[in-house]
T-cell receptor
Framework: DAKTTQPNSMESNEEEPVHLPCNHSTISGTDYIHWYRQLPSQGPEYVIHGLTSNVNNRMASLAIAEDRKSSTLILHRATLRDAAVYYCILRDGQGAQKLVFGQGTRLTINP | KAGVTQTPRYLIKTRGQQVTLSCSPISGHRSVSWYQQTPGQGLQFLFEYFSETQRNKGNFPGRFSGRQFSNSRSEMNVSTLELGDSALYLC????????????????FGEGSRLTVL
């Protein structure tokens, strides 16, 4: 399983943008980049995913490097409810439902 | 639309006992996967079921088993419990293998917290 590397923790202020980096130098051509987050006392929650192009949804944006060896999850205006552990995951594009979680980045939002 | 339901939410067992955890997926979802979360190892994949067939299995001993019923509900069983089995067990459901793309979003339940004494 391809690995991802994320900082253990990050801190930001409320209403400011947050950029969460992820390195995945061994990504294969069929791997999709997925982001999930886990709020305290809850199961993980899907955030966004992409393959090659940058992606936007109501929760966040995903910026993918041209060589696909890294990506950045962007929260445009962080709120206190965004405090969570964020996981960057490479997922087989052939239909597998298995997710390989790393340690993730614990994001703290200061009021 | 109801989410993924896991029961029981909390349970306490003693070493050597066995436990069965249940997961009801979102209506219409046919794929169910199970994960174990511990402070030391993080989130680890246990197994995945689709249409009552196990499609993938993680690196766990044979004491961990599961099954899926015709209505897509799933159960996992852990026999001969050990202290190290204390964990949050999470179930996730999705519509199922999506063929090309494989990008179906997984929806997680809130988990069953098992404590082994």
């Amino acid at each position: 399983d391809a690995k991802t590397t994320q900082p253990n923790s990050m801190e930001s202020n409320e209403e400011e943008p947050v950029h969460l980096p992820c390195n995945h130098s061994t990504i294969s051509g069929t791997d999709y980049i997925h982001w999930y987050r886990q709020l305290p006392s809850q199961g993980p929650e899907y955030v966004i995913h992409g393959l090659t192009s940058n992606v936007n949804n109501r929760m966040a944006s995903l910026a993918i490097a041209e060589d696909r060896k890294s990506s950045t999850l962007i929260l445009h205006r962080a709120t206190l409810r965004d405090a969570a552990v964020y996981y960057c995951i490479l997922r087989d594009g052939q239909g597998a439902q298995k997710l390989v979680f790393g340690q993730g980045t614990r994001l703290t939002i200061n009021p | 639309k109801a989410g993924v339901t896991q029961t029981p939410r909390y349970l306490i067992k003693t070493r050597g006992q066995q436990v069965t955890l249940s997961c009801s997926p979102i209506s219409g979802h046919r794929s169910v996967s199970w994960y174990q979360q511990t402070p030391g190892q993080g989130l680890q994949f246990l197994f995945e079921y689709f249409s009552e067939t196990q499609r993938n299995k993680g690196n766990f001993p044979g004491r961990f088993s599961g099954r899926q019923f015709s209505n897509s509900r799933s159960e996992m069983n852990v026999s001969t419990l050990e202290l190290g089995d204390s964990a949050l067990y999470l179930c996730a459901s999705s519509k199922g293998p999506t063929g090309t793309g494989g990008t179906g979003e997984l929806f997680f339940g809130e988990g069953s917290r098992l404590t082994v004494l």
